[in-house]
Structures are given as C-alpha cells and as structure tokens.
C-alpha cells in the first residue's frame, strides 16, 4: 500500500485528488494540508510515501516545503502538481529536491503510474513540460564543471545513465548483473562526485553532458 499525503491550498483539487486515488486500491491518502507548513507537521503524524506537492501556497509555498522535507524526511518522495508549466517553477521543483513534475490536469491513470513509479525510483516529468526541461538542459550555461563529471568512472556513467532513464537500484542490478547493494553504492558515489542530493538532479546533469544512452534497450 502506497501512503500518500496531499498538500495543495485549493479545497477543491484536494478533494478531487482524494476520491480519485482513494479509489484506487494500491494507494491511501494519509492527509490533506493546505500550505507546506501544514504538509510538514503531517509528514512527521502520518509517514507517507510521497506527498502530492502544490507549488503556490500561502504561509509556506510547495518549493520551500519540498526543501524541507527532503532535508527532514529523506525517504519521503515529493512529487509536484501545479497549474504552472513556466520554466521557473519546472527548476525550482527539480533544485527543491521534487522527484517529479506533473500538472493538475494530468489523466488519472497517467496519475496513479507517476506516484506508484515515483515510490519506485523512478522520474515523471510531465510531458507538457519536457520540452522546455530539455531545451534549458541543452542550453544552459551553468551546472557541474566537466571536470567533475570526468571523475566518474565508466561504471558509474553507466549507473547515472541508466538511472538517467528512469530504471530503480533493482532495474539497474539486474541489467548490469550487480547486487542492488553494489548499485546502492554506486549511485551514493555518483550523487557525491556530482554533488547533488537526489536522483532527480543527477538525471538532469546527465542529460546535460550527453551521459544518456537511450539507444541501448
């Protein structure tokens, strides 16, 4: 059973949120916050799995609150849901420490796969704003030195670039015939090297350097 918690300071979307997954019989909505402040309290009662994160609240909005809570509750996945697709907010979400980024019109079912493979390890972005997450990776400026991602040795490119593409610890074992206890070290290497936090931000570089392999089955 997936735990899910709702943070979003719109009563209606909360309640369409909660009649859609509690009719889903693999997941169950712990609570429902109305600002990340709240969000954060309720993390600390419920112990969800992920939190369906709105970005533009009150008191405390989805990026600060997802920054918090990647600091407090790491094992907790925060998936963010907005209205948004401007550049800014894909960023801030992806900087926060958000394992993805879908929008509030997203299909149900489209919905329901993102949260269970987001628990899984895995990264949704939206494909509404794909497109522009792609164009800023190709003509960004900033990021990593070179340098450091050449301090990456050829394993663990190949461990970034399969997590690059969505595969967990237990997908990337089994397709480099390592234990997942290897791959467990190997991306906490790889996170290290790139100085990043999570495996979202760790996708990203990799999709700016080219260290992405979409090629290979």
Request: aromatic share 4%.
């Amino acid at each position: 059973m997936i735990r899910v918690l709702i943070c979003d300071d719109q009563d209606m979307v909360c309640e369409g949120l909660r009649v859609i997954l509690s009719n889903t019989p693999e997941i169950e909505v712990v609570g429902v916050a109305n600002d990340g402040a709240e969000a954060i309290e309720l993390v600390a009662q419920t112990k969800p799995d992920l939190v369906l994160m709105d970005l533009k609240m009150p008191i405390m909005n989805g990026i600060q609150a997802t920054r918090r809570l990647r600091d407090q509750y790491p094992q907790v996945r925060v998936l963010a849901l907005t209205t948004y697709d401007a550049d800014e907010w894909i960023f801030d979400a992806i900087r926060s420490g958000a394992s993805g980024y879908l929008l509030k019109d997203t299909p149900r079912e489209a919905l329901i796969a993102a949260i269970k493979g987001t628990v899984e390890g895995r990264t949704h972005v939206d494909p509404n704003v794909a497109g522009k997450l792609f164009a800023q990776i190709a003509h960004s400026p900033t990021g990593p030195d070179t340098a450091i991602v050449a301090e990456l040795s050829e394993r663990e490119r190949g461990v970034l670039s399969l997590l690059a593409r969505g595969l967990t610890n237990a997908d990337i074992a089994a397709r480099l015939h390592l234990s997942e206890g290897t791959v467990r070290n190997y991306v906490s290497a790889v996170l290290t090297k790139l100085d990043v936090s999570d495996r979202t931000q760790a996708a990203v570089i990799a999709l700016r350097y080219g260290l992405v392999d979409f090629n290979t089955p």
